[in-house]
C-alpha cells in the first residue's frame, strides 16, 4: 500500500493553481498513476498535493486533458460522468469503516457522500455544501470540449468543522494522525479513463473499495 506524508501548513492555502510559491510549494506530490482497467486510449497524467491545518484538509489537482468536458450541474450528481478528480478518505480506520468520498468535476460541481460502502450513503445538503471552497480552471456551468484543450486544475478546502456536522461526529488532523484514503481520476466522455493513486484490484472500474486505501499520515 502507498503512503502520503500530507504536510501542515501554516497559514491556510489559497484556491489557486500556484504551486511554486507560498503554501503549495511545500507540500508533497502525488501522481495519479495507475490504470487497472486501461484497455486503450491515452494515460492522462494527474497530480495532487495536500495540506492540512487545525481547521482544514486543502487539496490541488493538477490533470492533463485534452477532452475536457462536464455537464452535470446538480450538487450530488453523477460528477464521475465527466472531466472528474475524486478524494475517497477514512478519518477513523481503526474505530469504524465509514469514509467520505468527494467527486469533483472540472467545473467545480461536487459530489459528497458518507457510510460503510456504496449502498446507502449519507448525501450532504445544500446548506452545509456551501461552506465546501472549491476553485477551478472552469468555473463555469458546464464546459464543451475544444481543440485547444489540454489541461485543468481543481482546489478545495474541506473544513473539518463542516465535514464533522455533516456526518455526525468530529473530524480532525493534527500531527501523527492517520487515515486511509485513495485519490480518483476519470477521464469523462471522450477518453474514459480510470486512474487510480493506490491500485484497486478488482475486475472492473469501482473506486469504493476501502480494502485498496493507502495510508495519509499527517505530519
Same mark, same amino acid.
Given at each position: 500500500?502507498?503512503?502520503?506524508?500530507?504536510?501542515?501548513?501554516?497559514?491556510?492555502?489559497?484556491?489557486?493553481?500556484?504551486?511554486?510559491?507560498?503554501?503549495?510549494?511545500?507540500?508533497?506530490?502525488?501522481?495519479?498513476?495507475?490504470?487497472?482497467?486501461?484497455?486503450?486510449?491515452? !494515460?492522462?497524467?494527474?497530480?495532487?498535493?495536500?495540506?492540512?491545518?487545525?481547521?482544514?484538509?486543502?487539496?490541488?489537482? $493538477?490533470?492533463?486533458?485534452?477532452?475536457?468536458?462536464?455537464?452535470?450541474?446538480?450538487?450530488?450528481?453523477?460528477?464521475?460522468?465527466?472531466?472528474?478528480?475524486?478524494?475517497?478518505?477514512?478519518?477513523?480506520?481503526?474505530?469504524?469503516? $465509514?469514509?467520505?468520498?468527494?467527486?469533483?468535476?472540472?467545473?467545480?460541481?461536487? $459530489?459528497?457522500?458518507?457510510?460503510?460502502?456504496?449502498?446507502?450513503?449519507?448525501?450532504?445538503?445544500?446548506?452545509?455544501?456551501?461552506?465546501?471552497?472549491?476553485?477551478?480552471?472552469?468555473?463555469? !456551468?458546464?464546459?464543451?470540449?475544444?481543440?485547444?484543450?489540454?489541461?485543468?486544475?481543481?482546489?478545495?478546502?474541506? $473544513?473539518?468543522?463542516?465535514?464533522?456536522?455533516?456526518?455526525?461526529?468530529?473530524?480532525?488532523?493534527?500531527?501523527?494522525?492517520?487515515? !486511509?484514503?485513495?485519490?480518483?481520476?476519470?477521464?469523462?466522455?471522450?477518453?474514459?479513463?480510470?486512474?487510480?493513486?493506490?491500485?484497486?484490484?478488482?475486475?472492473?472500474?469501482?473506486?469504493?473499495?476501502?480494502?485498496?486505501?493507502?495510508?495519509?499520515?499527517?505530519?
Amino acid at each position: 500500500m502507498k503512503e502520503y506524508i500530507v504536510r501542515r501548513t501554516p497559514i491556510p492555502a489559497p484556491l489557486t493553481a500556484d504551486n511554486y510559491e507560498g503554501p503549495w510549494a511545500t507540500a508533497n506530490v502525488l501522481e495519479i498513476d495507475q490504470f487497472p482497467w486501461y484497455a486503450g486510449g491515452s !494515460k492522462q497524467r494527474t497530480w495532487v498535493r495536500a495540506l492540512y491545518d487545525p481547521d482544514a484538509l486543502y487539496l490541488q489537482f $493538477h490533470a492533463e486533458d485534452r477532452h475536457i468536458s462536464s455537464k452535470v450541474t446538480e450538487l450530488n450528481g453523477p460528477v464521475c460522468t465527466d472531466s472528474c478528480v475524486e478524494f475517497f478518505a477514512s478519518p477513523e480506520p481503526d474505530k469504524r469503516p $465509514h469514509y467520505f468520498n468527494f467527486e469533483a468535476n472540472c467545473c467545480g460541481v461536487f $459530489h459528497l457522500g458518507w457510510g460503510a460502502g456504496r449502498p446507502r450513503r449519507r448525501l450532504i445538503g445544500r446548506d452545509l455544501a456551501n461552506g465546501i471552497e472549491v476553485m477551478t480552471a472552469f468555473p463555469g !456551468k458546464t464546459k464543451e470540449e475544444s481543440p485547444a484543450d489540454e489541461h485543468w486544475w481543481l482546489t478545495v478546502t474541506l $473544513h473539518f468543522d463542516i465535514l464533522g456536522e455533516f456526518i455526525g461526529r468530529p473530524i480532525a488532523a493534527k500531527p501523527g494522525s492517520v487515515w !486511509k484514503g485513495n485519490f480518483y481520476r476519470c477521464g469523462g466522455v471522450t477518453d474514459p479513463q480510470y486512474a487510480t493513486w493506490n491500485p484497486v484490484g478488482t475486475p472492473g472500474p469501482d473506486f469504493h473499495q476501502p480494502e485498496f486505501f493507502g495510508t495519509l499520515r499527517f505530519e
